[in-house]
């Protein structure tokens, strides 16, 4: 070899191949920990915004309307339907306005307004 030829050796490759690997697996729980958590954050956005739609169609119809419409509804695709002009984002289905394996409950009453419960991978987290 001629001193003017320079390469890695084998060995320096596989020492930064090992050193790479081994940042990634230090840094890939962190990685998963975060987008779990900024998709608890964002259904929990979603549920509030959705509690804010609520108290908005109460307020745009009257308590007395809004109330017997709503309860002349039967399904909470029905009742997301009534909700989905006064949300900043509302896809047409309510599956697919909360993030994957995050559910909310409309209540089946609104004549007492409270939170709407929104449920996720370990139980109801928010209520």
Known sequence: MKK???AFSLVEVLAAVA???????LALPNIIA???????NLAISRAE???L????YIQS????NAT???ASQTSDQTRYSLLASYL???PAAIGDYMPSGYSINLPGSIVTVSKMPLSGPGGIIFY
């Open 34 to 40: 975060v987008k779990q958590d900024s998709e608890t």
């Open 19 to 25: 050193i790479i690997g081994v940042i990634t697996f």
């Open 88 to 90: 900043a984002f509302a």
């Open 68 to 70: 017997s419409n709503w």
């Open 4 to 6: 003017t030829e320079r």
């Open 49 to 51: 915004a959705m509690n």
């Open 53 to 56: 739609a609520l108290v908005s």
């Open 61 to 64: 119809y009257g308590r007395t």
